[in-house]
Each structure stands twice: as C-alpha cells, then as structure tokens.
C-alpha cells in the first residue's frame, strides 16, 4: 500500500453533537456587559440573536445535539470533509515533520461559514422567521448565509460594505443566484443608511454601518431575525464540526497532532478545527501547540485582553476579549477575512490562560502569498487568502529543526477561486 494520504468518515459518520468548551473551562468566562451609559445591550440579545442561538451562547453543557434534518444538510454540503497528509508539500520542503490539512476549501460557497450558516437558518425557521438579515465585509458570510437560505427556504438580505461590493462582483452575483437580495450599503433601504447615503451615494461604507443596517432591518420586520458568522461563543460550537471529524481522523491515521494551526480573524474557524483538541488539553493533559496566524494589520491577539465593543457601531454588548480597540482603522488586505478588530471571547480566554500563540504577517501579504504557492505547487488545492495565512504559518513550523518528527495539522478554511485577482495583484503572475 502506498502511504496514506487522505482519511475520510462516512455520512453516518457526520458528528451528531457539537462541543461546547465551556463545560470544561478551568473557571466561567466573564460575562457580557452594559456599558455605564445608554440602553442595555444585554437586554437587546433577545431581539438580535436567533432563540436557540443565544441558549447555546450561554450553555454550559458539554455537548449539544445536531438536529437529524441539520446532519442531513451537512451531508447535502459534503460534509464529512476529507484530512490530508501533505506528503508532496513534506517532500518539497525537505521537512521531518508530519503534515496534515483539513480540507474546508470543499465548501459550495468557498469558506467554512457555511457550517454555522446552515445551522443559523435551520433554527431561524424552526422559530418561525422567514428572513435573515446580515452584513458582509469580505463577502465569504453573505454568500455562505446566501447559499443556507436558498437550502432551507428562506429568505436573505445582504448589506455588503460598498468599497467591497464594487470590486466583487462574482461573489455578489453568486449570492444573487442563490436568491439574496444584495445591498452595498450605506444604502437606501434603511434610516441609518439612508443618512449617509443621501449626503454620498458613493460612501464606502464600513463593517459597523453594514451592521448597523442589517440590524434595523430585522428589528423592524416581525419575520426576520440577524445572524453573526464569527466571534460569538455558538457560532464557534456550530464550527467544531471541523474538529470533530479532525479528531476521528486522527485515529484513523493513527496519529495526534502536536502543532495546530488556523487563520484567525475573529476566530471561528480556528475554534471550529482547534476546540475539541483544546478540550482534551484541558481535560484529558494532552499537550498540543495552538497557533492563531494573522495580519500584521489586524494582530487581535497581540492586543489588550479587556472589554471592548465587538461592533463599530456599539450596539452588541461589551465582551472581555483581546482587542485593538473598535475604532481601529485597519489598512485593506487580501486576506479581509482576517480584518476584525478583537479575536472571540472564548479564545482569548483561552489565549489569557496561556493555552494560544499566534505570529502576525506584514500586510503586503508578499511572504504570505509566496508560501502558499509552495503549497499549490506541491498539493494542487487552491486556498482562499486567509487560509495561506495558516499554510505559511504551518510551512515555517515545518522548516525548524525542533519540530522534526512531529505533527503539524492546519486548516484550509476556503478556496480561493474568486480571489485570482487578489493573488494576481500581489504575486504579479
Ligand atoms: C471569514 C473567513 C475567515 C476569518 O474568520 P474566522 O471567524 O476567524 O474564521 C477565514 N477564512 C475564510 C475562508 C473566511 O471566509
């Protein structure tokens, strides 16, 4: 037989729980706060977040159910997906090392977003709601949000950051297949929008305003509710379908992994892929290396552990997490998926307990970019540009020396295939 190079599980196989860290956190996360002044932002949750979402945002169990019709989307979403071991990018590099990557690039819409996605509309319409209202910055989330309403029948409006709306247009007529209405906002729809929008009908817009809009709108409208596609403690439990089938695949492999590595923007697919494994850290003395990789124009990790808003706009609660402060103005990037101000409250508990690294790469993206192509050249999968990020991260680890027999796991959240232009501007093909 030759060696192994792929692991993968049956459809029955599909987790049929999602694990919840905070059953098994050495003391409670801090808790949500009001700001000292104006309307509570807690008292508010119930109007944003969908009914069990915000349950499970607050559980403190281990271990919580999927839905058999939601293991049936997940299966209609290819999923369980493969783990390979990179043995041509381990002979290119010349490394001792033992590599493996989890292949969320296989994901209809290109982004692991649509594992929380499928799960936010499921529930949305078990609770009765016919519309999803979102923002969007990079664009990975309205697709993915898109892409779940057309398979559970309901309804999604898009406000899309316009700067990114404008030089998008695949991903915007893909979101528009799946039946989205798509807005760049600031747009005319909303009273909040409709302010900036009639002073400049060319306003960029920014990831608060987009928010801002998305929020109006389901506020105003009985049938429709909000969705967040990171940072929030349910959306990182909804993720660790990644991590769970990681770990089934470990065992087939006959191996464990001693470095692990994801991208980090707000940190929903590195929680997803390194959660359960932190788990067995906590619980089981498993020793593993976890390592958030990121932009040196957004280093959320390397920030202040404090409590800080999670929007521009100031209307979630405050959470306790690392952060650069929500006003931060960051430079643009390919990579935008990674462009968040703070890194989730579970995480940079997590990061505060000692448990997370991270390394941050110059913003010209060049030393990023030039890695993964190494990648590409040696395994033929075309990453998105926030998963190079854990790809250069990983390919580093691999080239010293210590790390030589060991096992480095990364995770590829997405394909890049609507971001040639991207690369093209960077790599100059
Ligand atoms: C959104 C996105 C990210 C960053 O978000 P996280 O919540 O940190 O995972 C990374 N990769 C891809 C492909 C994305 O779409």
Redesign the pocket.
């Given at each position: 037989m030759p060696e192994l190079r792929q692991v993968n599980l049956s459809v029955e196989e599909i987790p049929d729980k999602w694990y919840n860290i905070q059953a098994d956190l050495p003391e409670p996360l801090p808790p949500p706060l009001d700001p000292e002044t104006g309307e509570s932002r807690i008292a508010n949750l119930p109007k944003m977040l969908i009914g069990e979402c915000l349950k499970q945002e607050f559980s403190q169990d281990r271990w919580i159910p999927i839905p058999e019709d939601l293991r049936s989307l997940y299966a209609q979403a290819g999923r369980p997906r493969p783990l390979f071991r990179a043995l041509n990018l381990e002979k290119r590099l010349g490394t001792k090392a033992r590599l493996y990557y989890k292949s969320?690039f296989y994901s209809p819409t290109?982004?692991?977003?649509v594992n929380t996605a499928l799960a936010q509309c499921y529930y949305a319409q078990k609770e009765g709601f016919e519309r999803l209202t979102t923002e969007t910055g990079?664009g990975?989330?309205g697709t993915?949000l898109a892409y779940a309403a057309a398979l559970t029948g309901m309804k999604c409006t898009v406000y899309w950051v316009r700067a990114v709306y404008s030089w998008k247009p695949q991903r915007r007529n893909l979101m528009k297949l799946f039946g989205a209405e798509v807005f760049a906002s600031p747009s005319d729809k909303t009273e909040f929008g409709r302010k900036l929008f009639s002073k400049d009908p060319n306003h960029p817009g920014s990831l608060g305003i987009a928010i801002s809009e998305g929020l109006e709108d389901s506020l105003k409208d009985p049938k429709a509710t909000y969705s967040l596609?990171?940072?929030l403690n349910h959306?990182l439990t909804h993720?660790t379908i990644i991590g769970l089938e990681t770990q089934k695949q470990f065992e087939k492999f006959g191996d464990y992994p001693d470095i692990m590595i994801?991208?980090?923007?707000?940190?929903?697919?590195?929680?997803?892929f390194t959660l359960p494994f932190l788990g067995e850290v906590l619980t089981k003395g498993k020793k593993i290396r976890f390592i958030g990789a990121q932009s040196q124009v957004a280093p959320n990790l390397q920030g202040e552990y404090r409590y800080d808003f999670a929007d521009y706009a100031e209307m979630t609660p405050l959470l306790k997490m690392y952060t650069l402060g929500h006003h931060l103005n960051m430079a643009p990037i390919k990579?935008d998926?990674?462009r968040?101000h703070a890194c989730?409250p579970l995480l940079s508990f997590l990061r505060h307990k000692g448990y997370i690294d991270t390394i941050a790469y110059p913003g010209d993206e060049k030393k990023v970019f030039g890695l993964m192509r190494d990648f590409v050249r040696a395994e033929g999968f075309l990453p998105?540009?926030?998963?190079a990020y854990a790809i250069a991260c990983a390919i580093e680890e691999a080239k010293k020396p210590e790390n030589a027999g060991k096992a480095i796991a990364f995770n590829i959240?997405?394909?890049g295939f609507m971001d040639m232009d991207g690369y093209d501007e960077v790599l100059k093909f």
């Open positions: 969320e290109g982004s692991h977003k990079a990975q989330w993915a596609g990171s940072v959306v993720q994801a991208c980090l923007g707000g940190g929903s697919n590195f929680g997803g990579g998926g990674l968040y989730s998105a540009p926030e998963s959240s997405g394909h």
